[in-house]
C-alpha cells in the first residue's frame, strides 16, 4: 500500500531572536506598540465599538512602515522571509513581486480572544510575535478541507499533526509565522495575566 499525501498546507515557522541586536530591535518594537495603543484615538474607538478585547491599529493606521523606523526595518525582515516562503511554494510570479499590502498591531489584553478568519485579496499572510507572556494564546489553524468533510468521523486524538483537524502553534518572542492567505485561523482566549502583542501583516501580488 502506497499513501501520497496531496495538496499540503506549509506554514513558514522562523525567528527573529537571532538577528543582531534583536533585543534592541523587539523592546523598540514593543515601546512602538504601545505608544499607538495610548496615541491612536481612532483605533482605540474603533476596538471599542467592535467589541476587540485590547488594541489593533488594523483599521486605523495604514503606514506604519513609513510613520515609524522600527516598522520600516521590520519590513526589510519581512521581505526576506516572504521571499523564500514563496520559492518554497514554487509560486510563478511572472512580471509581479509579493509586497506588503498592509501591517498592523495587535495588542491583546488578557481574557481575549480573535475569532476564525481569512485574509482576502491576500496571498501571504503572517504574524511576528513581540510579546508572548506565560499563558499567551498560540495561533489556531484550521485545516482547509473542513467544511467539506460533511459525514467524516473525527480523528483519533492521538491522530499525528498532519492528520488534525486543528493545529495550535505556540509562539515566543522573536517568532514569525508565514501562512497562505486563504488559510484559515484563530487566536484562542488569552490566558496570560498581562497582554499578548504582535504584528501582522498581508503580502498581496502586484
Not at 523587539?26 to 465599538?49: F, K, S
Not at 519581512?78 to 520559492?87: C, I, K, N, T, Y
Not at 495588542?107 to 503572517?126: D, E, M, Q, R
Request: hydrophobic share 35%.
Amino acid at each position: 500500500m502506497t499513501l501520497r499525501p496531496l495538496f499540503a498546507t506549509p506554514i513558514y515557522t522562523a525567528t527573529l531572536s537571532t538577528d543582531r541586536s534583536f533585543e534592541n530591535f523587539n523592546a523598540e518594537i514593543l515601546q512602538a506598540c504601545e505608544g499607538l495603543a495610548e496615541e491612536d484615538v481612532a483605533g482605540r474607538r474603533w476596538c471599542r465599538e467592535h467589541g476587540y478585547g485590547g488594541y489593533t491599529s488594523y483599521a486605523s493606521l495604514d503606514d506604519l512602515p513609513r510613520r515609524m523606523s522600527v516598522f520600516g526595518d521590520l519590513k526589510s525582515r519581512l521581505d526576506r522571509h516572504v521571499r523564500a516562503f514563496s520559492e518554497a511554494l514554487d509560486f510563478d510570479l511572472g512580471a509581479g513581486k509579493l509586497r506588503l499590502d498592509s501591517l498592523w498591531v495587535n495588542i491583546l489584553k488578557p481574557g481575549a480572544a480573535h475569532s476564525g478568519h481569512v485574509h482576502p485579496h491576500s496571498v501571504i499572510s503572517g504574524t511576528y510575535y513581540v510579546a508572548t507572556p506565560p499563558g499567551a494564546s498560540a495561533l489556531k489553524l484550521e485545516d482547509p478541507r473542513l467544511p467539506l468533510m460533511m459525514a467524516a468521523p473525527p480523528r483519533r486524538t492521538d491522530a499525528p499533526e498532519s492528520a488534525q483537524s486543528f493545529v495550535y502553534l505556540q509562539p515566543e518572542a522573536g517568532t514569525l509565522y508565514l501562512w497562505e492567505s486563504w488559510l484559515r485561523h484563530e487566536v484562542p482566549a488569552n490566558r496570560a495575566k498581562t497582554p499578548r502583542v504582535s504584528v501582522s501583516f498581508n503580502y498581496g501580488w502586484r
